[in-house]
């Protein structure tokens, strides 16, 4: 329940279904987010869509392509906010992004602060995130206790890593997705 005050009826009608409400312990509660650094968009989250949170360095261009694989191969699409540039500021277009998003890839190699930032940003959407990571000691504390697909940055290593990948996606698209 809402507390009077904190948010109208209005307001809480017109949050994208995704951001007004989360379950607990199978009830259904409302959990208002109110950020001040980025506006909340309207539009509602796309089941298709996954978004890819990672370092932007070119070494890292190989894996971005075996995550697009994979994700193709699951029937999905995928998104890096440098494809994408329809705000003023990058932290808008991510924020839009995982907003957009159901499902998160954050690859945690190197341990870049952004991509723990965006982590926490889709954790607290209730994204469903799959973490990679060329190194588990990359992967900070807080987060170790969820799975991690760690892969190796060479041919070999990414194909495993794409297949692997795949048919995560594709466990977790059918969850979401309505049967055809």
Known sequence: ???EGLVTTDQ???LPDHLGKTPVSGARTHLVVAPTVFNIPN???EDDLVSV???FDADFAPVYG???RSCADAGLRCLRADDIWQETTIVQDIFNLLVLSHIVIVDFSGRNPNVMYETGIAHTLG???IPISQSLDDVPFDLRHHRVLKYLP???GLTSMQATLAERLKTLSRRTRPSS
């Open 1 to 3: 329940m809402v507390e």
């Open 12 to 14: 809480l009608r017109r």
């Open 66 to 68: 075996a995550i697009q």
């Open 43 to 45: 539009q509602q989250t």
């Open 53 to 55: 949170m990672m370092p």
């Open 154 to 156: 060479n041919a070999e």
């Open 127 to 129: 994204r469903q995130v």
